[in-house]
Each structure stands twice: as structure tokens, then as C-alpha cells.
């Protein structure tokens, strides 16, 4: 690959790594993989420059890149604070919005803002808050109620109104007399559960690349790259979607979840409708967007491994992992000491993958859907809520716990559908995949530039781990 | 906004009187079969409903509405009219008396079984223009 148009640089300012792959476009493959330290607090070109030289010893000597793009998940991520109307309706859709854009969503707050709400608001600092509230032609008091405190406060980040038309002007008159900035957007409910978060997602990513990119100090190393194109997240969602759905001519994998634990989060993307596969479910609650991302900030490898343990119960925690309930105490309060720790005796490296397997299927669980039977008078009736997922037939583990993980596909299976607990909507029998080396986030960045080319890097990135089905005999 | 209340299936006359309103020039959000009372309650305050039309076919009407204006008042929603009609009552009771007893739960007017859609359409039309002169409905 010496020739200047056959290269591509893809670049994951991360938390903890600058992360880079070298991509052969003619090839549809990566052709190397650099490192170096995440430096976006001090002067993000080190971190890149130590990275770019990783890549160079790599491939002995770096090629012209014709595509240098870049995803950021760097200095705490795109944070987000959402506002809605009816915690079920407005504010779950401005939540969805956010998530599916990539965000860290750092607080959700509904119906009339308090002086606490403004105040716990301010403390949070977002980098981007999203406003939303009403139906069109709706509820127009609360959204603008809203907007009034949120301009009259201390807040200073840029803020995107997406909910009641009709206050749309009142609400940038509000702004504009406060010298705040304000963007406006389509609303994410224009009318009774009806979600349409498209709109809402594609300011997010505007002011993203106009400003967060700056605010951060990412673009200090503006002359390393072409562009920030996405928060590392949506980058990862783009991906997964352009290898559910593939491009004219070849064929995706299908309706499919993305798993991925991380230290402080576990993550849930679907690429599936998630309509009920059973014959006369009725479905009730809000309609799910196509491609829908869950972040559960309670289930962490790391900074979270206690809620982990919490959650599940450690006596099951200790069972899973065959020690007792005090070792796992004890690797539990090491742990916290240090969030870096890697273990090295069997029995820790047994509880992290006994938290790994709890965490994926806690997150599963809530981010599937449910199915439970009502019992009317013309008989029963199957009631969905959420996605109906059990027909998945790809689910794709990506991430450094998973993918260095001892037996990753062990960890994902906990992840599936459970005939204990037919409530709850999860794949059955899907083939599962590793994502290897870490090429979805550079599958969703160079997505918009080569769909093809992305495509092939994502299928050839992903590795089968076999059907669940397979190991059926073995549980 | 129309809907049928409670562990009830039965869709074909909400669906009726949701055409009926449409076509009298309503706006009508229709919230289907199987809608819990808390459902009602929570899409008004998003699209700031003015009226609110329950449907109960299923006998058990009384057990499902029990407390639904008190879940509006809660909710800030004081004014919204709120009618209901459908088979409210299981076995044959006297109307006038279901109908008091609905009255009474808080429901602004009731409509037994065979109700036409123009009776409603009609009522709504009278109690928006009373509405507009400051009375609560018309009589």
C-alpha cells in the first residue's frame, strides 16, 4: 500500500489511548494498529505523535493517507445533560437521542425545572445540553418554563431545542435576548409516540465538530488529521450499523447487537427493527429507534465493579467464579484501590469473568425488551415492551474486557435469552463474533467516506466464535 | 384523546368514535386498547390535551376508573374534560344510577352502551363553547 489513495488513517482519541488503524482500502483490511497514551488534557499532538510513531515502526514507514479521520471519547466524553417533559415520553426520547449520538449522559431531568434541577444542572457542566418537551402543537408551557431558567442561569454550554415547534421561536428569542447559544431541531416527539431522534442526533454531531472538538483542545493536532467526525461511541453504532445493514451489492450480517464492557460502563447497541416476532402481540410504550444504544453506568469492570457485584449478588458472584463470597471481597477492595489492576491468580481472573458474564447479562436484560401477558376478558394477550431481539442472529463482542477476555464467547452467551426467564426479549441462537481489533469505531468512521471499503473492514475485522446453538451441549 | 381503559381488548368502537372526532375536526391522539389509566394521563400533559374519551367494554369499568381524575388533578391537569362510555358496568343496572355513579368518580359526562358518535361529537361541541363562556359543561 504505497500508493497515496489506497490508505486510510483512523484515529480513536480515547480516555486512556490514542488509538490508530491503518486501513488498506483496496484490500477493505487493516494493515497495522498504533498506540500511544491519551494526552488530550495536556496537548493531544504527544499522545498522537507517540501513536503515529507506534503505527510508523508497524509498517516501516508511514504511507500518504488520502482519509485521515478521527472519533473522540477523550477528556470525559461528548457529556450530555437531557431535559423533557413526561419522564416516559419527551424525556426518554431526548435520553435515546443523546445515547444514539454518541453522548455520556450525565444527567436527565423532566417536567418543570427546580431551582435544585438548574442548579444540579450547572454543577454537572455538560458539554451540550438537549431541550425537548411537548408533541407539536403540545404542551408549549414547560418547554418554555424550561428554556427561560436554563437561560437565565450560569449555564454556558450550547444547547439544542428539539421539542414543540411551536415554542421553537420563543424559545430562541429566550437565547438570543440571554446571549446564550442555541440551536434548534426537529422535535424528537413531533407527535404522540412518535420518535423521531434523526434530527435531534444530527445537531448533536454538528455541535460536536463545531465546538466540542475545539473546547476540548482536540484540535490542537488539526494538521495530523482531516476531521473529528463523531464521539468514539457513534462511531461504533455507524459501524455496527453499516455491517447489519451493508451497501448496495453486498449484503450485511442482518439485525444485530453489539456488546461491549468497558471500565466504568457496559454498552448495548441494536441494529434491529426489534418488531414482535410472535403472531398478535400488541406493543405498548414508546416505538424503539432502529438503531438504539443503551449505556448502563452501573456496570463497569473497574469503577463500577461493586455495583456489579451489588446487582447481581455476590454469594452468586462467588458461585459462578468457585471462591468464596470474602475472596471476592477482597479482589472487590483491590480493585478500588487500583482501577488498573489486572488479575493474575485464577481465582481473581474467575470473578472478573463471572462480573463480566453478570454485567452483560444485567445489560441485556434492560436493554431488550419484555414480553408479559395480560389477562383480558377475551383471554390473554402477549404485551410487548421494547425490542422484540430473540430472532438476532449476530451479536458482536467489541472492547478491551471482552476481547482480551480468557473465553469471550462464554462471557457474551451470558448475554443471550435464558429459557428461565422467557419475559425478556434477548437473541437466542445467534452466532457470535469478537470484534478482534477493535476495527468497528474505524468501519464507522470510514463509513462516510468508503461504505465499501468500510464494509469489508468490519467483516474481515469481526471473528466467529460459533453459534450459540453449537454449544448448546454445554450450556 | 381517545382510548380504552384497563385490561381491555375491545378496539372497534374507540375506533369508530376516533374517526367520528376526526372527521367533526378534531385533532384526536388515540392511545388504542389495553391503556393503563396512568398512560392517559402522562400523553395529555405531552400533547396538552383538551378532552379525554375513555372506552370500557369489558364490565370492569368501574374497578379501571376509580381515581382517573384524580390522577389529572395530580398531574396539574385540573380543566381537562373527561367523558367515558362503553359497557361500564357488569349485568343490567339501571343507567341513570351508573351514570351518577361515574359523575361522581370525577367524569365530566357518560354515555351507556349504543351511544351514537354524533351524540358525543355533539356534547364535546356544547361543553368547548360553555367552556368558552366559563362554565364547566353545558347543561
Request: negative net charge; aromatic residues 4%.
Amino acid at each position: 500500500m504505497s500508493r497515496r489513495s489506497d490508505a486510510a488513517l483512523l484515529i480513536d482519541f480515547g480516555s486512556t489511548y490514542t488509538k490508530l488503524r491503518a486501513v488498506d482500502l483496496a484490500a477493505g483490511a487493516v494493515v497495522a494498529a498504533g498506540q500511544g497514551p491519551s494526552t488530550v488534557t495536556t496537548d493531544v499532538t504527544i499522545g498522537l505523535e507517540a501513536a503515529l510513531a507506534d503505527l510508523d515502526r508497524h509498517m516501516g514507514g508511514l504511507p500518504e493517507f488520502r482519509y485521515r479521520l478521527a472519533s473522540s471519547s477523550a477528556a470525559g466524553g461528548l457529556r450530555m445533560v437531557t431535559v423533557g417533559l413526561v419522564t416516559e415520553l419527551t424525556a426518554e426520547a431526548a435520553r435515546r437521542a443523546a445515547l444514539g449520538a454518541g453522548a455520556r449522559l450525565v444527567g436527565s431531568f423532566s417536567y418543570r425545572l427546580t431551582d435544585g434541577d438548574v442548579a444540579a444542572v450547572v454543577d454537572l457542566s455538560p458539554d451540550v445540553l438537549l431541550l425537548s418537551g411537548g408533541t407539536d402543537g403540545g404542551n408549549s408551557e414547560v418547554i418554555l418554563h424550561n428554556a427561560r431558567r436554563l437561560a437565565e442561569s450560569s449555564l454556558a454550554c450550547p444547547v439544542i431545542a428539539a421539542g414543540n415547534r411551536n415554542a421553537a421561536d420563543q424559545i430562541s428569542a429566550v437565547f438570543s435576548r440571554a446571549g446564550k447559544p442555541l440551536i434548534t431541531a426537529g422535535n424528537v416527539m413531533p407527535a404522540f409516540q412518535e420518535l423521531d431522534i434523526e434530527p435531534a442526533r444530527e445537531a448533536i454531531r454538528r455541535v460536536f465538530i463545531d465546538r466540542i472538538v475545539h473546547a476540548k483542545g482536540i484540535d490542537r493536532a488539526a494538521k495530523m488529521f482531516d476531521a473529528v467526525l463523531m464521539p468514539t461511541p457513534a462511531a461504533v453504532m455507524t459501524g455496527a450499523q453499516l455491517l447489519a445493514e451493508g451497501v448496495a451489492g453486498r449484503p450485511g450480517l442482518g439485525p444485530l447487537v453489539v456488546l461491549d464492557i468497558g471500565g466504568a460502563t457496559t454498552d448495548v447497541h441494536s441494529i434491529a427493527s426489534g418488531d414482535p416476532t410472535g403472531q398478535g402481540v400488541v406493543q405498548h410504550g414508546l416505538p424503539e429507534p432502529f438503531a438504539k444504544r443503551t449505556v448502563e453506568g452501573d456496570l463497569g469492570m473497574r469503577h463500577n465493579a461493586r455495583t456489579i457485584v451489588d446487582t447481581e449478588g455476590v454469594d452468586r458472584i462467588a458461585a459462578a467464579a468457585g471462591v468464596s463470597s470474602g475472596a471476592v471481597e477482597r479482589w472487590l477492595s483491590r480493585i478500588e484501590d487500583d482501577v488498573k489492576i489486572l488479575p493474575r491468580r485464577a481465582g481473581d481472573r474467575a470473578i472478573d469473568h463471572a462480573m463480566a458474564c453478570a454485567a452483560l447479562r444485567i445489560a441485556m436484560r434492560r436493554h431488550a425488551g419484555t414480553i408479559r401477558i395480560a389477562h383480558t376478558a377475551a383471554g390473554p394477550v402477549a404485551v410487548q415492551e421494547g425490542k422484540d431481539l430473540t430472532a438476532v442472529k449476530a451479536v458482536i463482542g467489541t472492547g478491551g474486557a471482552l476481547v482480551h477476555a480468557a473465553a469471550p464467547a462464554e462471557v457474551m452467551a451470558a448475554a443471550l435469552g435464558d429459557p428461565s426467564d422467557a419475559t425478556s426479549l434477548r437473541p437466542i441462537a445467534p452466532v457470535l463474533y469478537i470484534d478482534e481489533r477493535y476495527m468497528l469505531y474505524a468501519a464507522g468512521l470510514l463509513a462516510e467516506v468508503e461504505p465499501a471499503a468500510a464494509l469489508a473492514v468490519a467483516m474481515n475485522g469481526i471473528r466467529s466464535t460459533g453459534g450459540a446453538h453449537e454449544r448448546s451441549g454445554t450450556g | 384523546m381517545t382510548g380504552v381503559i384497563g385490561a381491555d381488548t375491545h378496539i372497534v368502537g374507540n375506533r369508530i368514535l376516533s374517526m367520528a372526532l376526526e372527521e367533526a375536526g378534531f385533532e384526536v391522539i388515540a392511545l388504542g386498547a389495553i391503556t393503563p389509566a396512568e398512560d392517559f394521563v402522562k400523553a395529555a400533559i405531552e400533547t396538552d390535551a383538551d378532552a379525554v374519551m375513555v372506552s370500557s367494554l369489558y364490565g370492569q369499568g368501574e374497578l379501571d376508573c376509580r381515581g382517573f381524575r384524580d390522577l389529572f388533578i395530580e398531574a396539574g391537569l385540573d380543566d381537562i374534560l373527561i367523558y367515558v362510555g362503553g359497557n361500564l358496568v357488569v349485568g343490567k343496572q339501571d343507567w341513570p344510577d351508573v351514570e351518577r355513579r361515574f359523575l361522581a368518580m370525577g367524569f365530566d359526562r357518560a354515555f351507556p352502551p349504543n351511544t351514537r358518535t354524533d351524540d358525543v361529537v355533539e356534547k364535546l361541541n356544547a361543553d368547548f363553547a360553555a367552556r368558552a363562556e366559563g362554565q364547566r359543561i353545558a347543561e
